[in-house]
Nanobody, 122 residues
C-alpha cells in the first residue's frame, strides 16, 4: 500500500503563500487519484482539492478556487498544493490522501498521511 508524508506547513500571515508537498512511498502514485483535505479547529474534515491520475483533471472546493492549485509529479511520486492569498479561515491541518477510484469521490480516499499544520494569522 502507499504511504504518504506531508510537509511544508507553517505559520504565515494573511495574504502569504505556502506550498505543501506530499511524498509517497511503497507504491507509485500514478495508480491513484490524489487529494488534499483539511480540518480546522472545531471543524469537520473537508475536501479541498483532488487531481486525477494523469493530472489532467482537478477539483477544488469553492472557497479555494482561484487561490489554491493542486499538481502532481508522478516521476517524483509527489503531490503538491500551492496555496496563495491565504486567509485566516484556511488555518487547518492539511492531509494528503490517495484513492484507487475517482479524484472527486470522497469515500474512495483510503490512504492518508498524518497531516501538516497551516496557521494563517490576520
Amino acid at each position: 500500500q502507499v504511504q504518504l508524508v506531508e510537509s511544508g506547513g507553517g505559520l504565515v500571515q494573511a495574504g502569504d503563500s505556502l506550498r505543501l508537498s506530499c511524498a509517497a512511498s511503497g507504491r507509485t502514485i500514478s495508480n491513484y487519484a490524489m487529494g488534499w483535505f483539511r480540518q480546522g479547529p472545531g471543524k469537520e474534515r473537508e475536501f479541498v482539492a483532488g487531481i486525477n491520475r494523469s493530472g489532467g483533471s482537478t477539483y477544488y472546493r469553492e472557497s479555494v478556487k482561484g487561490r489554491f492549485t493542486i499538481s502532481r509529479d508522478n516521476g517524483k511520486n509527489t503531490v503538491y498544493l500551492q496555496m496563495n492569498t491565504l486567509k485566516p479561515e484556511d488555518t487547518a491541518v492539511y492531509y494528503c490522501a490517495a484513492s484507487p477510484g475517482s479524484y472527486y469521490s470522497i469515500p474512495g480516499y483510503g490512504y492518508w498521511g498524518k497531516g501538516t499544520l497551516v496557521t494563517v494569522s490576520s
